[in-house]
């Protein structure tokens, strides 16, 4: 599971300091606006999805996706997100 994870942000990082021309993932990556209106776009659609109980799983893994690639963007560093979560153990 957390290779899975582990995988996306090294797509990220790697894409980031090798673009690939075309790549979807870049575009997310070199446009800050676009990568915001997905990652919203994406939460509202899983939010519905789990109104209607339809496509959950789908919507949620778009939503993990989107926010990694716009945290990668805005050099957001899942390491020290992690330190936060780690600190909020009670």
Do not use: C, Q, W
């Amino acid at each position: 599971m957390l290779n899975t994870l582990e995988s996306l942000f090294k797509l990220a990082r790697d894409r980031k300091s090798k673009p690939v021309e075309g790549s979807y993932t870049n575009k997310l990556l070199a446009d800050k606006s676009f990568s915001k209106e997905k990652v919203l776009e994406e939460i509202n659609e899983l939010t519905e999805a789990v109104d209607e109980n339809n496509n959950i799983i789908h919507e949620a893994a778009d939503v993990f996706y989107h926010l990694i690639m716009y945290m990668e963007a805005n050099d957001v560093k899942i390491e020290e997100v992690m330190e936060e979560l780690n600190k909020r153990k009670k």
